[in-house]
């Protein structure tokens, strides 16, 4: 019992993470029907941003923490801008390539950066872990739950209060018909950038404090919050979440009860079985065009 | 380009290659145009699958893995000849595309990508978690050098023969597909699925058949890789090495042999170059990889081509 | 129970999309040999029931019987093996392949050359090759555009390439032959070189269902019209009584005019 729930703790926690990173790959293909292969790297740089800000320069957490998200998102936009808006034949398979290409150079920069060393940071606030019935249970955990309940009702009332948050919904639909009725598209591109790009930032800044942040940490967190996303439905905002707490914990039982080996075997294998049975994820809107 | 052209285009490709091997001595020159024989392999079976036939792979690292780690398991633990280890390798790699393919490649465009990604991802991961028959992340060693009857291709000369004729047969016989009634089959699928079928083509079966054709390529080239080097690890197979081969195919140029060739050699070259640029390597590479898609998304052959054909249509007005 | 002189029976066929029902009832045979007319206006089911009859799609409901044999649970292109073939409402070329290799995958039933047999180009499979291209080239002698072989096929005029949509079906050598709206986008002079081809394919003892909105070219080369109006078969007579069928008038013709010219 203590065991399952010490899983369950360690399985909220990274889910809640790859929820994020789900969250900014499904916002971002909703609107521009691209899949960001260098999503990843957004997180490592938000993750990085966030240790250099708050540990070397001793900026207070909560000024540490936007900024480093609007600098990623403002990378993001860069991105958008120079690499992704100058294509002509947005065709898969060569924007696959462009952004595995930003992935690499953004891995690149990350280590001129930072260097080949992993940082780490302290946690958001300096609580010993609290014990839930014999399981420990880390403050971080617990920001990072709060932070990311919040993130996600906050998108929630965006996507359904606001005129822009609609007008994206229009766009994810149609971007003829968003065209024609005035919406304009381009920015609603760069939008969905920069708020996907700055999400993958806000994973990285709260796992900061739980992990080592290194320049090359940002593949696998982007390839599990894809398939993260790819589980709940990509393109939906609450796909993203089930997806990415469902991988999360069966990842974690996964490594307690099988092999820590396999960990990362788990999110790849979900993979596979909801694209052979269900490929428009769990909750994924109807029918999916298969392209 | 027409059958004569063709001949034309073999000739002089086994003549550069005779010229090559017989006046380079250098082991490191010989070792890196090997490294690029292997490439071309990897490239061309991706090609056919991906270029001619319009379906994403972003796993066929995995057959190349396949082909390596079946015959060093075969030939070192077991102590099979290397000549019976082949077919071993091939078949494995052939048998485990035909058992992922029925189910993958119902799926297109970016779902096929990301389930071929997974399986990508999977066959990696148990090469580097298996270790009791891989070897496990530190990679297995003491895979003995490939003998055929008497010959032991050993040398840096030797085997860059072998491997340059086996890229010379695999290159014909990839033409000689594309040419035939098949060949065209899979362009049409790639051009329209829905016509393709609509004139008599059975698209499923076409697509996993070039699917298990070109997974066993790849496993060709693992297992040349392995008895190349005698010790292979997990990293050579990963994600990262499965979007080498896409880039390769799409630099070169989609649907174009000599395409493979050429984003083969470039692909294997570049890293080389960028040797200079040191810690800013991986900053030049991604920026070339952005480049050449942004400006030349039909890749360096059709780009090229485009571009000579702007110009001329300029200059005739 | 098989019927001799009817090459397609179509029994009892619904089929909805959501809520959207596309076809009901649909119940008709084609004569051997014949040219029947299908027409309707927009929306009405035509190509839907092109769809359901060559396989695209199960009908939810109801048999499709191509000669005597019920093709129900057939595969696309097992269908066209028995000789079903059909165009396209929108052109569907394989436009990075040439005019000739267009007609050539046309000819994919009716060669055999596999995989093994391309890499070492037996000598059975060379001469099914070129036995392979002298077809394709009469093909596109019948239609014309011989002389463009070996231009790439999405640079043909638009008009051309409707023909040639038609050649690649022909290559399959049907029994039946499908043509959805094939005179759209043609002018006149195109149009009536269309209706002579028409009567010429049938004439070699193809049978056709053609869907077309030019009801002069309809009118005078179908034996037989059958009407669809919201996915119900509203009428099945010659031309001439269905050209004077009130409900048809109300419910096609009067739109149809108008719809016909100002596409
Ligand atoms: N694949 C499809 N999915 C959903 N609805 C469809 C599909 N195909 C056709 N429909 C609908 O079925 C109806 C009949 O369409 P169609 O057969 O194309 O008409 P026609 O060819 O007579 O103009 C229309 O309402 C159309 O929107
Ligand atoms: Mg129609």
Not at chain 1, 225 to 245: E, P, Q
Not at chain 3, 113 to 121: E, L, P, V
Request: glycine share 10%.
């Amino acid at each position: 019992m203590q065991e399952i729930l010490q899983y369950l703790f360690s399985g909220l926690t990274n889910g809640a993470i790859y929820a994020v990173i789900a969250l900014g790959f499904s916002m971002l293909y909703s609107s521009t029907e691209l899949i960001n292969f260098a999503h990843g790297e957004f997180v490592m740089l938000g993750a990085l941003c966030m240790v250099t800000l708050a540990v070397n320069l001793g900026f207070p957490l909560i000024p540490a923490f936007f900024l480093s998200i609007c600098a990623v998102a403002a990378a993001g936009l860069l991105f958008e801008r120079l690499a992704i808006r100058p294509v002509r034949h947005p065709e898969p398979i060569v924007l696959i390539i462009i952004t595995v290409g930003a992935s690499i150079f953004l891995r690149g920069v990350g280590m001129l950066i930072w260097g080949k060393d992993a940082h780490s940071m302290p946690p958001f606030s300096q609580h010993p872990p609290l014990d839930v019935a014999g399981a420990r249970l880390l403050i971080q955990s617990i920001w990072i739950l709060i932070i990311v309940a919040a993130l996600t009702a906050a998108l929630q009332m965006f996507y359904r209060r606001t005129l822009t948050g609609k007008a994206m919904t229009a766009c994810a639909v149609s971007k003829k018909a968003a065209w024609i009725v005035g919406i304009p598209t381009k920015w609603m591109v760069m939008l969905a950038f920069g708020l996907s790009t700055g999400m993958g930032a806000v994973a990285g800044a709260i796992i900061a404090p739980i992990t080592m942040s290194s320049y090359d940490m940002g593949t696998m967190l982007g390839l599990k919050g894809f398939c993260a996303a790819m589980l709940g439905g990509l393109g939906s905002l609450w796909g993203a979440i089930l997806g990415g707490f469902l991988l999360g914990i069966l990842e974690a039982l996964g490594v307690g009860y099988i092999s820590s080996g396999l960990k990362d075997a788990t999110a790849f294998v979900l993979l596979l079985l909801v694209l052979y049975v269900r490929p428009q994820g769990i909750i994924g809107a109807g029918e999916v065009k298969r392209f | 380009m027409n059958d004569k052209a063709h001949k034309i285009a073999y000739a002089v490709f086994a003549l550069a290659v005779i010229l090559l091997g017989w006046q380079v001595d250098n082991q490191y020159y010989l070792q890196l145009m090997i490294f690029i024989g292997l490439n071309t392999l990897l490239a061309l079976s991706l090609n056919m699958l991906m270029g001619y036939a319009g379906q994403i792979s972003l796993g066929h690292a995995a057959f190349y893995g396949i082909g390596a780690y079946v015959t060093a398991i075969l030939t070192t633990t077991y102590q099979v000849a290397p000549v019976l280890a082949l077919p071993a390798a091939v078949g494995t790699a052939m048998l485990v595309a035909w058992i992922v393919g029925i189910p993958t490649l119902r799926l297109s465009g970016y779902y096929l990508g990301m389930g071929t990604l997974g399986f990508g991802m999977i066959v990696h991961i148990v090469l580097r978690e298996w270790s009791s028959v891989t070897g496990g992340a530190s990679g297995f060693v003491g895979i003995p050098p490939l003998e055929i009857g008497l010959v032991v291709f050993a040398s840096g000369k030797n085997y860059f023969f072998l491997v340059w004729a086996v890229v010379l047969l695999c290159l014909i016989m990839c033409r000689r597909i594309i040419d035939s009634r098949v060949g065209r089959a899979l362009r049409s699928i790639h051009d329209g699925e829905k016509a393709a079928a609509a004139v008599g083509v059975d698209t499923k079966k076409l697509k996993l058949q070039v699917f298990v054709f070109s997974a066993g390529m790849a496993a060709l080239a693992g297992f040349l890789y392995a008895h190349l080097v005698y010790f292979i690890s997990p990293g050579t197979f990963s994600f990262v090495a499965s979007i080498r081969i896409v880039t390769m195919v799409v630099i070169g140029g989609m649907a174009s042999i000599w395409g493979a060739l050429l984003g083969a050699s470039l692909l294997t070259l570049l890293p080389e170059w960028l040797h200079a640029f040191s810690e800013f390597e991986m900053v030049v590479y991604g920026l070339i990889l952005m480049g050449v898609m942004i400006f030349l998304p039909r890749g360096l052959t059709r780009g090229v081509l485009d571009v000579y054909e702007r110009y001329r249509k300029n200059h005739d007005r | 129970m098989t019927d001799n002189s009817h090459l397609l029976e179509i029994r009892d066929i619904h089929k909805a999309f959501g809520g959207v029902r596309a076809l009901r009832e649909i119940d008709f045979s084609l004569e051997k040999g014949s040219i029947t007319g299908l027409i309707g206006p927009n929306g009405a089911g035509k190509t839907t029931l092109f769809n359901v009859i060559t396989g695209v799609f199960p009908a939810d409901r109801g048999e499709i019987r191509f000669a005597g044999q019920s093709v129900t649970s057939y595969a696309v292109h097992e269908r066209v093996e028995l000789g079903i073939a059909r165009t396209f409402q929108n052109v569907e070329l394989f436009e990075s392949m040439t005019v000739l290799e267009n007609i050539l995958v046309g000819l994919h039933t009716r060669t055999r050359c596999g995989m093994i047999g391309s890499i070492f180009k037996f000598p059975r499979i060379r001469r099914e090759e070129k036995q392979a291209r002298k077809r394709a080239t009469e093909l596109l002698e019948f239609v014309d555009l011989a002389d463009h072989a070996p231009r790439r096929s999405s640079d043909l005029p638009f008009g051309w390439q409707r023909l040639l949509e038609v050649a690649r079906a022909m290559a399959a050598a049907p029994r039946l032959l499908l043509l959805d709206e094939p005179a759209a986008g043609l002018n006149m002079s195109e149009t009536r070189q269309l209706g002579d081809l028409i009567h010429q394919i049938r004439d070699q003892g193809i049978t056709i269902l053609l869907v077309e909105h030019d009801m002069s070219l309809t009118m005078s080369i179908s034996d037989k019209i059958v009407v669809l109006d919201q996915g119900r078969k509203i009428a099945e007579d010659t031309p001439r009584s269905v050209q004077s069928d009130e409900a048809v008038m109300a419910a096609y013709l009067g739109k149809g005019k108008n719809s016909g010219h100002g596409r």
